[in-house]
């Protein structure tokens, strides 16, 4: 059973264009996540949500958008995406916001 | 703010030799330091938290440490298929960021 999934894993997409990643977790947590890992692996947060309501808002460009319809999903909406963009984004849940997160597969973002 | 800093950033180690992970961290108010692992194109695969100094926990041929300054990840006879990147982190707020090290790439030789 997978715990944390993503779609897609892998993007490859233009400069300028929009894209979506989705995010879900059948781990009943109630708190998720959006990470970026950049090239040189280095892992940082960008995003968090516990029951649907944003807790964590990081430092990111407004072309970046989550969205928690429910508990179990979290999506991330890029526009306008730029080469700086091409990055791995992980995807996280937890059960309350103190406890270890689980993370997903990760969606590989190339932006050409 | 708050730094975590892992060394070295590469081992490399014969299958068999003991060694040690570093992980240093300058924060303010520690409320957790968590150890992952990742596999290549893979997510980070939780390993351990720790809460206080002193505090040790083991699994198989890993065992973490953690002092007031920086935590220790052991590993004893190590085998190839620990060859991975080890991740360090640490949440310091209320909320549930967590700060992440650059990790430490290790590689185990037959």
């Known amino acids: 059973d997978t715990a944390v999934s993503q779609t897609p894993k892998y993007l490859v997409t233009q400069m300028g264009n929009d894209k979506s990643i989705k995010c879900e977790q059948n781990?009943?947590?109630?708190?998720m996540y959006w990470y970026k890992q950049d090239s040189k692996k280095f892992l940082k947060i960008m995003f968090s949500?516990?029951?649907?309501?944003?807790?964590i808002n990081e430092t990111v460009p407004n072309r970046f958008s989550p969205k928690s319809p429910d508990k179990a999903h979290l999506n991330l909406h890029i526009n306008s995406l730029e080469l700086g963009d091409s990055a791995v984004y992980f995807c996280a849940s937890s059960q309350e916001r103190v406890n270890e997160q689980f993370f997903g597969p990760g969606t590989r973002l190339t932006v050409l | 703010e708050d730094q975590v800093t892992q060394s070295p950033e590469a081992l490399r180690l014969q299958e068999g030799e003991s060694s040690s992970l570093n992980c240093s961290y300058t924060?303010?108010?520690?409320?957790?330091l968590f150890w992952y692992r990742q596999d290549p194109g893979k997510g980070p695969e939780f390993l351990f938290t720790?809460?206080?100094a002193g505090e040790e926990k083991e699994k198989e041929r890993l065992k973490a440490t953690l002092t007031k300054k920086e935590s220790f990840l052991h590993i004893t006879a190590p085998k190839p298929e620990d060859s991975a990147t080890y991740l360090c982190a640490v949440r310091t707020g209320a909320n549930s960021k967590l700060t992440f090290g650059k990790g430490i790439t290790l590689s185990v030789r037959p």
């Open positions: 720790l809460y206080s």
């Open positions: 924060v303010s108010g520690l409320r957790g």
């Open positions: 781990l009943g947590h109630d708190t």
């Open positions: 949500y516990n029951n649907k309501e944003l807790i």
